[in-house]
Every structure is written in structure tokens, then in C-alpha cells.
């Protein structure tokens, strides 16, 4: 094989002889070009070497995250979005000038083993940081901004609001206010058509307020508020195809199915009964066109004047037919004006797809909450003496 730098270097070199006895004579001038031979390529490589040390040095500048150094400066608040990547987040810090750059945050986030659960909310940051100190501080509990208000299934709104005030520090008026245009709050008009011919309470944010545990974004007005609640329930109800199989498959409207999902929820002790007190309701109401005689109704009414609830067996009769109470299931027949709360996911389910029976009563039979269902008057009267002699307060 022919060595290239060997024949450069090689300026007397005699072609016609054979190549392994060139320099067979005169060694004297063959050390000579050896030797600057060797401290040539030796300077070339040297300066190859160097050339290439900065060339790496530059082109390293290119290919590397710009980022700052240190724990930054000035205190900043920023929002995570739910369900955002890691290039959203380092988006919205670089738009927050809390890092440099995406690159260098995405970067730091992949380093850190827990670097993709970070979560969204509110969090207490500061500019100009390391990309890596930034996800150190988002994946630290301490640095997230909570301001978490738990409502529970089966919250009026009235109920609401007040936990909502004592949980954000807002007057309640304003939540009181707020709540006075359904619509303002995201709530569909069609949400309110009946089919039964009865009118619906358009003005009530009652039933759409979805119970759940929400972190607010700081400084949040009441109608900020409300308006994520309404939210989550549509989305929820999207989740569930409630409008479609409400519609499709039971004949009613979705705002009369969200109706007997609020009284399931307040009826029912435990959730594997919702399907079932969810039948009894369309029975009496739509088959039997009856009464439904549910007693959480008339404790609805209480609510609605500030007065508290009361156990079925403790209520008079005064207050089960009161003629004011335009939310009485005694006296009228069929499904009250509306929702007398917010369902949960579960009593919605049971809504939407109640169980096949011909019940038309039920009654708590044990403290657990567990019902027993009836389809004639004798069998739930044997219900009632039953709960009574495990305690129920019936007889």
C-alpha cells in the first residue's frame, strides 16, 4: 500500500527503481528528510489539533440549550396547564423569562428522574433561572400555589357557595351574583327543555356546579369560578355521552335525567343503588304518572329558606305539602322544577342507564344506607318494619 505522506515528502525519489530500495545509499540524507518530515507533520497535526479543539469549542456553542446560571432573581408566579407537555411548560417559563430557553429546560426536565411529573397549577418561581433549578422548584410541593376547595356529591348550591367563599376568601354575594346567569357561566339553553311539558328553572345554576376537588388559579373572580365548575360538568357529561344515551334511549330530555340523578344522589345511601332509585323515579313519573313522594325534595325547600334538613320520619306533613314549595314531589305529579343538587359522576351513570325493574318504592334498611325496593304498597310496608327494627327512625 502506498503511503501518500511518504511520496510528498519524497522530492529526489528515483520511479524507475523499485520502491523498497529507495534510499539504500546516502543514509546520511535520508535521516535528514526524515527528520523535517517528522517535525512538519508533527506541526501540522499540531496545528490540526488546535484548529480542531476550537472549531469543537464554537460549533458546541451552537448545539448547546441557552440557559441561565444561578437561582434567579425577581419572584414570579406562573400557571401550568393541565395536561401540558414539556415543551409547553418550557414555552410558557421562557414566556415568563423564568428560563432561557425550551431546549434547556426540556433538557433538564429529562435529566431529573421525575422530571415528567411535574403537574399543573400555580407556581412561586423566580426569573432568570437555571433551567435545572426551575424543575427542581416545580417538582417541589412547597413551591405550588393550592388553593384547593373540596365540594362533595349531593352540595346545593347554596351549600356551594359557601363552601366556595370560605375556601377562596370571596364575599359569598359574589358567588350569589354570579350564579344568576347560567348562560354568562357556560350553561347551554338546551339544557333546560323538558319533554314532560313542565317548566324548567332556567335560572338556576342548579345540578351544573360538578362536585370535585378544584385548585383555582390565584386571584380568580366568583364568576371565573363558577364558570370552571360548569365546565368540568360539561365535560364530564361529554365523557359519559349523557346527552346522547339519555335521549336515545330513555325518551327524556338530558335536563330531566339530570333532574332524577340529583334525586338518586340525595336519595340513594350508596352508589349501587342509584340505578335502581333512578328507576323507581321514571316509573312513578313517566309510567305510573304518580307522586314520587320523595322527602329530599321538601328538604330542598328547607334549604332554599335557610332552614336545616330534616330525617323523612322527622318532617310533618305541613311540610312535606306545602303548597309554596314549587319543588314538592307530594303534591304533584311527576319530576320536580329541577336538579335539588349537584350529582356525581356515579349517580349520573345511574341516571342514564337506571336498572330494568318495576319498583315503585324504596326505604333505608339498615344504617349502612343499603335500600330495599317494592313494587307493591304491602312489600314496602314489610321494607318500612324492617329498617325500623334495625334502627331506622320510620315507626
Known amino acids: 500500500m502506498i503511503d ?34 517528522f517535525l512538519m507533520v508533527f506541526m501540522l497535526l499540531g496545528v490540526l489539533g488546535v484548529g480542531g479543539y476550537l472549531g469543537y469549542e464554537k ?9 441561565y446560571d444561578g437561582p434567579g432573581t425577581d419572584p414570579v408566579q406562573v400557571t401550568i396547564a393541565k395536561n401540558a407537555t414539556l415543551t409547553d411548560i418550557g414555552n410558557t417559563l421562557v414566556d415568563a423569562d423564568v428560563v432561557k430557553s425550551t431546549a434547556a429546560f426540556t433538557e433538564a426536565a429529562d435529566q431529573n428522574p421525575k422530571g415528567k411529573n411535574i403537574q399543573s397549577g400555580t407556581y412561586n418561581l423566580r426569573k432568570q433561572m437555571a433551567a435545572e433549578q426551575a424543575v427542581t422548584l416545580l417538582l417541589d410541593p412547597k413551591s405550588r400555589v393550592v388553593a384547593g376547595v373540596v365540594i362533595p356529591e349531593g352540595k346545593t348550591a347554596r351549600q356551594t357557595y359557601e363552601l366556595l367563599a370560605k375556601g377562596t376568601g370571596l364575599p359569598l354575594k ?4 354570579a350564579a344568576k346567569d ?12 323538558r319533554r314532560d311539558g313542565k317548566k324548567a328553572a332556567t335560572t338556576s345554576v342548579e345540578g351544573f356546579l360538578f362536585p370535585d376537588t378544584y385548585e383555582f388559579p390565584p386571584k380568580s373572580t366568583a364568576t371565573e369560578i363558577l364558570s370552571i365548575m360548569v365546565q368540568r360538568f360539561m365535560t364530564v357529561t361529554g365523557d359519559l355521552k349523557f346527552v346522547d344515551k339519555v335521549q336515545n334511549n330513555l325518551s327524556v330530555s338530558p335536563y330531566e335525567a339530570l333532574i332524577v340523578a340529583s334525586l338518586s344522589q340525595a336519595e340513594a345511601g350508596i352508589a349501587a343503588d342509584y340505578p335502581k332509585v333512578s328507576r323507581v323515579a321514571y316509573n312513578r313519573a313517566y309510567k305510573e304518572k304518580m307522586p314520587l313522594q320523595f322527602d329530599v325534595t321538601t328538604n330542598y325547600w328547607l334549604d332554599l329558606q335557610d332552614k336545616s334538613g330534616k330525617h323523612s320520619g322527622q318532617m310533618t306533613q305541613a311540610e312535606l305539602e306545602d303548597p309554596k314549595n314549587p319543588y314538592t314531589t307530594e303534591l304533584r305529579v311527576g319530576l320536580p322544577l329541577g336538579p335539588i343538587n349537584s350529582p356525581g359522576e356515579a349517580a349520573l351513570k345511574g341516571a342514564e342507564a337506571p336498572a330494568a325493574g318495576p319498583w315503585l318504592f324504596f326505604v333505608a334498611v339498615d344504617k349502612t344506607g343499603r335500600s330495599a325496593f317494592a313494587t307493591t304498597n304491602a312489600e314496602h310496608e314489610a321494607n318500612i318494619q324492617k329498617a325500623c327494627k334495625n334502627g331506622i327512625p320510620l315507626c
Open 4 to 37: 501518500e505522506l511518504d511520496l510528498a515528502f519524497d522530492e529526489q525519489v528515483d520511479k524507475t527503481k523499485p520502491r523498497h530500495r529507495r534510499g539504500s545509499r546516502g543514509s546520511k540524507g535520508k535521516g535528514g528528510r526524515s527528520t523535517v518530515a
Open 182 to 193: 347560567p348562560a354568562a357561566l357556560g350553561v347551554p339553553d338546551f339544557w333546560y327543555k
Open 174 to 177: 359574589d358567588f350569589q351574583e
Open 59 to 67: 460549533v458546541k456553542g451552537f448545539f448547546t440549550a441557552a440557559d
